[in-house]
T-cell receptor
Framework: DGGITQSPKYLFRKEGQNVTLSCEQNLNHDAMYWYRQDPGQGLRLIYYSQIVNDFQKGDIAEGYSVSREKKESFPLTVTSAQKNPTAFYLC????????????FGPGTRLTVT | QQQVKQSPQSLIVQKGGISIINCAYENTAFDYFPWYQQFPGKGPALLIAIRPDVSEKKEGRFTISFNKSAKQFSLHIMDSQPGDSATYFCAALDGQNFVFGPGTRLSVLP
């Protein structure tokens, strides 16, 4: 059963704590992405990676960090520097050539109080 | 120039009607235009996509119309059903990254 898994589905943290969101894919895709979605809004790109051990900042990277040590994994850390971290976080993957069909995970809803 | 504009913000359609969502862009480097459907609390799922060298693509009840000269594209949902009630996002690919429209919340009344 191929796809993208994100865990956990819901995450609660106290303000000032770092938290890491998991994203794993078994689609053999080279590219992986992290998006943030706020209520009633579109998707904003946080970070993306086209290949292992390489990643680039997206439009709203401040307060976030990522790593890409394995092709199938792209964890996102929400640091205490992120001023408004409560949001729905979506991970996606795609091939880097051709039609680049992008597949999304089920998302993680992070609540920071 | 990286922005993708989408309208309307919300749409209410009667069952059996046609739902039309429009998107516009400025960046002529965009070369792939997908539409996504998202249900509450779920990740978006690819619905249908088009390349700029094609003016129309149809898959079942879903059709994309593409106007390259006007830099506009639209999603038409024929015979809309209550199960189509969701948020729809258009997007555009600039070679590396996808730029998303703000979304349209569609409600299909039974």
């Amino acid at each position: 059963d191929g796809g993208i898994t994100q865990s956990p589905k819901y995450l609660f943290r106290k303000e000032g704590q770092n938290v890491t969101l998991s994203c794993e894919q078994n689609l053999n895709h080279d590219a992986m992405y992290w998006y943030r979605q706020d209520p009633g809004q579109g998707l904003r790109l946080i970070y993306y990676s086209q290949i292992v051990n390489d990643f680039q900042k997206g439009d709203i990277a401040e307060g976030y960090s990522v790593s890409r040590e394995k092709k199938e994994s792209f964890p996102l850390t929400v640091t205490s520097a992120q001023k408004n971290p409560t949001a729905f976080y979506l991970c996606a993957s795609s091939q880097t050539g051709g039609l680049r069909r992008q597949y999304f995970g089920p998302g993680t809803r992070l609540t920071v109080t | 120039q990286q922005q993708v504009k989408q309208s309307p913000q919300s749409l209410i359609v009667q069952k059996g009607g046609i739902s039309i969502i429009n998107c516009a862009y400025e960046n002529t480097a965009f070369d792939y235009f997908p539409w996504y459907q998202q249900f509450p609390g779920k990740g978006p799922a690819l619905l249908i996509a088009i390349r700029p060298d094609v003016s129309e693509k149809k898959e079942g009840r879903f059709t994309i119309s593409f106007n390259k000269s006007a830099k506009q594209f639209s999603l038409h949902i024929m015979d809309s059903q209550p199960g189509d009630s969701a948020t729809y996002f258009c997007a555009a690919l600039d070679g590396q990254n996808f730029v998303f429209g703000p979304g349209t919340r569609l409600s299909v009344l039974p």
